[in-house]
């Protein structure tokens, strides 16, 4: 009999590869082995920056159609509907492949929780399966009471919010508190998008409920308020690469290690960390905003612009502020969370970006974006209490002198810090020997092995 094969499947974006494959290393540490599908785009961009087909003899790494003409590449929510059709067909021709060709045949899917479907296709070859949550465990919480939503009349079979309340959700006292305009599908401009969120959101509820594991990216501690409306979640995280030797061929950029160089030099708790994730692009006034915010701070700064924005800096900029101020396309981000000398981190709210601030004991700054970045900011400033948020003006936009006001009490204000380093400490208990997350995954990886 072969060894235990897992297949993992992550949705094809930076947010939801990092923690798969993260997770991926773990069960081969444990003598799991493990083919890790990605789109072939995706995977082109992590072969060239990893240069290996292979990674080790656990882990391999394959890939697969995203179904994309490349004019579609920029039509909002074409990936994302494209890749939940056509997944679950890619995955069974490769199981087929991968079981006619190879001793050790597929024993379990493990599958991101936005590509549900494949649920089907495990059930159709009688294989294990597991769906992984990127996002917090409120996320999936979200999801599930759909239908109790409609049924009070907080939002309409569409998921819209019903016009005549202002009602503020939470399903928990410990839960966030969130407004039905920043449900994850309405924090889409497009109504075409607001829908297909929406329906998948409904359609997978349905297949997760198949799965014999429902894992997330969480800790117990962080969310209890939602492990304890929604039982059937296993928090398995934080999943994170920081206290792991060697490089993981997961992120589709190139970071720019100088940056830590340059932050050795910098004096413990003095830094600025200013990075939105791998999407999230300002229009041009509220770059230079930003852009303003940060030099009137007149403190020190690593700043993420990706190769991919525009970067409208105001004019002299980077002559004003190079003696104090780092800009790179793309940082060791968690390398740069864990430095002594980051003091606070401007973020849209990513959830990877948020574990990683928490587990550095890093206080933040809250821009959220889109999508579940409106969750993980309550989160932040009324659950756990480790950050404040930017306010916009009466025209949508966040002004420098709102930036800069906020920047100086995070630094002025301890307390911030104080919580944050208390929230750090209770992550790492977790993921330590005979913490919940240890043991939680402990039993996962049991399962997998069988
Ligand atoms: C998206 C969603 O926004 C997020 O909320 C969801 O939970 C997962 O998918 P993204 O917007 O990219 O992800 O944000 P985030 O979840 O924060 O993930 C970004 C990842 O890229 C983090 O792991 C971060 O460490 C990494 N990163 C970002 C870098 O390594 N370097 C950078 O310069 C910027």
Known sequence: MGKPHAIMVPFPMQGHIIPLMELAQCLAKHGIRVTFVN?????????????KEVLNDRICLVSVPDGLESRERYIPGKLMETVYEIMPGNIEE???????????????????????????????????????????????????????????????????????????????????????????????????????????????????????????????????????????????????????????????????????????????????YIAFGSTTIFNKNQFQELAMGIEQSNRSFLWVVRPDS??????????????????????????????????????????????ESVSSGVPMLCWPYFADQFINRSYICDSWKIGLTVDEDENGIVKFDEIKAKIDRLFE?????????????MISSSASEGGDSYKNLSSFISWIRG
């Not at 307390?415 to 380093?421: D, G, M, P």
């Open 39 to 51: 789109t072939e785009i995706n995977h082109d961009r992590i072969q060239a920056l990893s240069g």
């Open 94 to 272: 490769l199981i087929q492949e991968i079981n006619a060709s190879n001793e050790d045949k597929i024993t379990c899917v493990i599958y991101d929780q936005c590509l549900a479907r494949i649920q089907e296709v495990a059930e159709k070859l009688g294989v294990g399966s597991a769906a992984f949550c990127a996002a917090a465990a409120a996320l999936l919480v979200l999801g599930f009471n759909i239908p109790r939503l409609i049924e009070d009349g907080i939002i309409d079979n569409e998921g819209s919010p019903l016009s005549n309340n202002n009602n503020i959700v939470q399903f928990n006292p410990t839960m966030p508190i969130i407004s039905p305009s920043d449900f994850v599908w309405n924090r889409s401009k497009i109504s075409a998008l607001q829908k297909l969120v929406f329906n998948i959101m409904k359609q997978n509820n349905k297949f997760m409920k198949s799965a014999n594991w429902l894992i997330c990216n969480s800790v117990h501690d962080l969310e209890p308020g939602a492990f304890a409306v929604a039982t059937n979640i296993t928090p398995i995280g934080p999943l994170l690469s920081t206290n792991r030797p060697g490089n993981l061929p997961d992120h589709i950029h190139e970071p720019d290690s100088d940056c830590l160089k340059w932050l050795d030099q910098q004096p413990p708790c003095s830094v600025i």
């Open 310 to 355: 525009d970067k409208d800096f105001p004019d002299g900029y980077s002559d004003r502020v190079t003696t104090r101020g780092r800009i790179v396309g793309w940082a060791p981000q968690q390398r740069v969370l864990s430095h002594s000398s980051i003091a606070c981190f401007i973020s849209h709210c990513g959830w990877n970006s948020t574990l």
């Open 413 to 425: 204000e301890d307390v911030f810090k104080e919580r944050t380093l208390c929230l750090k400490e």
